[in-house]
Every structure is written in C-alpha cells, then in structure tokens.
C-alpha cells in the first residue's frame, strides 16, 4: 500500500508519525479509535466509504505521554478539537497550549506539532480530510458525500483557505458534534455508522461555517494565491539548510511548487527582484556567513558543502562579490 506523504523541497516528511500512535495503545498509554487509511492507526475504512477522509477519531490520554507527533504535514484539512485536558501545539513558529474546547485548522502546507515534544493528558479529537491540495494555489476538490450549497461550500473553502489562523474557540454545538462523531466511530462496526458519519462530518463543516460567520473572521485573498506558495518555497530555503543545500535547478524548483517554469520565474521575481537561481545563490551566501561566524570549527570547504555550493572555487568567488571579503577574512574580522 502505498503510504501517504508530504514531499517539501527535498526532504519527504510522513503525514504524521503514526507509529508512535501505533506503539502508545499497545502499551496501554492511551486509548486511541479511529476510522482511517493508508498508514494512520484504526479500523480500516472501505475504499468506497467517505472518499476523502484519511482519518476520524480520537485519542483519550489519562496521564502525561512519553510521546508526541514531531513537526509533519498532512494531506489534507485537519481539524482537531480538544475536549478535556491540556497539549501543547505548534503551527509554523507559532506555540501555544490547547485548552478545552479549542479548535485547531491545520492546511496540508502547514507544518505542526502536537506535543513539546510529548503530549499531556487529554482527549483529542480529530478530522483529516483530503481536498486534493498540498499547496495555497491549488483550487479544493470537496468530496462529492458534502451536501452543502455551493455558495455554503465556497464560503467555507475561502474562510479555510484565506485566512490562517490556526487556534479557534468552539462553540457548544462542535463540542457536542465531536462527541457525536466519536461514539459514531466507536460503536462502527464494518462500516455500519457511516451513513451516521456522512451526516456529522457536514453538520460540523456547517457548524465550522457558522463559527467563521459568528467572528467575522477577515479574509486574505493572497494566502490562496500562486505569490503565497513560491514565498513559502523560498522561506523554507532560508530556513532549512539540507533543504537550501538540494541540488535545485529552476526546473525542479517550479515543479517544488507545482507551476510551470515560466509562472515560477515570475512570482520569484515578483518576491526577489532577481532570478531564482540568483536568489538561491544569495540565500546559500547569507546561510554560509552566518555559519562560518557560529561554526569557526567546519573548515571553509565544509560550509561550502553544507550550503550547496559543489565548488570552493565558485564559492570564493561568489562570497567575496557578496561581502567584500574572502571567507577565511569574513570569519576573522
């Protein structure tokens, strides 16, 4: 079976470590009942039932875990809800702890963590839903089980989409949904409460919907744009090193960032105001002074390794354009 991924830049991330999910009920740390696919832990769903739901349930921890689930993507939607209890969370660089009755939305180019780095007590539900993206551009595929209006499911996809706020309050009513939905999975038996399920999982994007209207929340149509997906290429880069040191071509960039190479170029110099290779070049520079200032103990060759850089000669060159000085001069003055 295939297992779902994530692939970012070089660097393949699994949708979440599931084996800890799979290793924490059999040692009697947690109880843990889902309804899922691919390599998420639970029953397994028929592949006609819920087309579009990877997994659906819920976790109940009675005391601290020696586990958590490290920085991953997803490969679709998640919503999770916190009903008892406290964990930490993390969305990109921000943290914070769940409280109950918090609502966490998490978009498939979200990298999160649940955890710092184990979880606490508490009972934690969730939902994974596959809208066919994996990037902010992408236009969403909702499963065709969703009865809401058009207009209903374009509103809701806009307040998912343009707005990223990633910790919400709930409202009573998804509080009673999730609680719903999790005794629905409980009770399943080969797939005898998925008729049940089809109709909780759209009261809760309804009640979701609800809640986005209750709060007015503010849209911002550029975090769905083609701009937002190359400007999270190239934050990624600048952040990540083994992912800035890839052996990238303009070609392997754009398809990174599932556009074609002409729209790469443009966005990129939308954002840089120079060619992507010759912003790849600046950030590998700028990665390279930073490190030889913090490592004095890597030899110039090592930085220039590590940085992506496959010649000290070009290397040298380059960084003495960029700074005014030989790396070996940059590091000691």
């Known amino acids: 079976m295939r297992r779902p991924i994530y692939q970012e830049h070089g660097k393949t991330y699994q949708a979440a470590n599931c084996a800890l999910l799979v290793q924490a009920p059999a040692r009697g740390r947690v109880q843990l009942t889902a309804l899922a696919r691919g390599q998420y832990p639970g029953k397994k769903l028929d592949r006609r039932a819920l087309p579009g739901v990877k997994t659906v349930g819920f976790w109940d921890a009675h005391c601290a875990q020696d586990w958590g689930l490290d920085w991953h993507h997803n490969e679709g939607i998640e919503l999770t809800f916190l009903e008892r209890g406290g964990i930490a969370y993390a969305v990109d660089n921000r943290r914070c702890r769940l409280r109950p009755d918090d609502l ?6 979200q990298r999160h963590r649940v955890g710092d780095p184990n979880i606490g007590a508490g009972r934690l539900h969730w939902l994974i839903l596959d809208v066919g993206v994996r990037r902010p551009h992408q236009p969403w595929q909702w499963p065709s089980w969703l009865v809401l209006t058009e207009k209903d499911l374009r509103e809701l996809t806009d307040g998912l989409r343009k707005n ?10 998804i509080r009673h949904c999730f609680q719903r939905i999790a005794a629905a999975v409980e009770t399943d038996r080969a797939g005898s409460n998925i ?3 089809a109709v909780l999982l759209n009261d809760l994007l309804v009640l979701v919907l609800e809640m986005f209207r209750q709060q007015q929340i503010k849209l ?3 975090l769905a744009s083609t701009g937002r997906t190359v400007e999270l290429f190239w934050a990624d880069l600048r952040k990540n090193l083994d992912h800035l040191a890839t052996a990238w071509t303009v070609e392997s960039m754009a398809r990174q960032c599932g556009l074609g190479v002409t729209h790469f170029i443009h966005y990129s110099k939308q954002l840089t105001n120079t060619t992507p290779i010759l912003h790849l070049n600046q950030c590998r520079l700028e990665a390279a002074a930073r490190m030889l200032k913090a490592n004095p103990q890597r030899s110039v060759l090592e930085v220039t390794m590590a940085c992506g850089f496959n010649s000290s000669q070009y290397f040298a060159t380059l960084f003495r354009r960029q700074f005014g ?5 940059y590091r000691q003055g």
Do not use: N, Q
């Not at 966490?104 to 180019?109: F, G, Q």
């Not at 990223?164 to 009513?173: D, L």
């Not at 000085?325 to 001069?329: C, G, I, L, Q, V």
């Open 104 to 109: 966490t939305v998490a978009r498939p180019w």
């Open 325 to 329: 000085k030989t790396p070996r001069d």
């Open 195 to 197: 008729s049940r399920l």
């Open 164 to 173: 990223e706020r990633p910790v919400w309050r709930a409202t009573p009513e």
């Open 220 to 222: 911002d149509a550029s």
